[in-house]
């Protein structure tokens, strides 16, 4: 099977992505990793990628598109995807289908977290990673131990997009959007929408049960 996971920045994409993945045997595709390891190769692409992300805007529909389609095309992948981030907007959904069309491949499913934007700029703002040890904290739910030597304050970091403004910017592009591809998918019966302020077990439970089921 291939899926979609969608919501806003911040939604917990990546953490139910990393949960199907285990569970269901499948391999992820995220935007978000794919638009970062070209950043840190510090090609030309990256550079310009990382200019665009750092003032709030997305990255062009063509240049997703063509790091998307390097996974698709590997045969060993066949139907084994979960794509984490993308599409966005209808023209990716539509580019999508196109992609996967070329491979005799479609979309089996649609999940969409639903969470409000108070909670995203929480999730944020909040968030930090240790760089000694890679664990992620956010001062409002996770705050980082007081007594520790590995994740004392002076080693947590913040990505460079992890700032207020950024994830508003982010969160109204993400809505301005949203809408007509929630209708795009409902036409073929595909979407799912999950309570993403539920805890982490719970989201797990409901999404186990709906890839179960297309499964059997």
Same mark, same amino acid.
């Given at each position: 099977m291939n899926l979609v996971i969608f919501g806003p920045p911040g939604a917990g994409k990546g953490t139910q992505s990393d949960f199907i993945v285990k569970k269901f045997k499948l391999f992820q595709i995220s935007?978000? =990793? #794919?638009?970062?390891?070209?950043?840190?190769?510090?090609s030309e692409l990256?550079?310009?990628?990382?200019?665009?992300?750092?003032?709030?805007?997305l990255v062009s529909d063509e240049i997703v598109g063509n790091l998307i389609k390097k996974f698709v095309s590997n045969i060993k992948y066949k139907n084994r995807f979960i794509f984490d981030g993308f599409p966005r907007n209808i023209l990716q959904a539509e580019n999508l289908n196109h992609i996967l069309k070329q491979y005799d491949?479609?979309?089996?499913?649609?999940?969409?977290?639903?969470?409000?934007? =108070? #909670?995203i700029k929480k999730r944020i703002?909040?968030?930090s990673v240790c760089s000694l040890c890679g664990k992620i904290y956010n001062e409002f739910f996770n705050p980082a131990p007081i007594n520790s030597d590995c994740c004392a304050s002076k080693y947590l970091q913040k990505r460079s997009d992890d700032t207020l403004d950024i994830a508003v910017k982010r969160y109204q592009t993400y809505e301005k959007n949203i809408e007509p591809l929630i209708n795009f998918y409902k036409k073929f019966n595909l979407l799912k929408v999950i309570n993403g302020e539920a805890t982490i077990p719970e989201i797990n439970d409901e999404i186990s049960y709906l890839l179960e089921s297309i499964k059997g």
């Open positions: 935007t978000g =990793e #794919l638009l970062r390891s070209e950043i840190k190769n510090k990256g550079i310009n990628i990382s200019t665009t992300m750092n003032s709030g805007q491949q479609k979309i089996s499913l649609v999940l969409k977290l639903s969470v409000s934007l =108070e #909670l703002s909040g968030r």
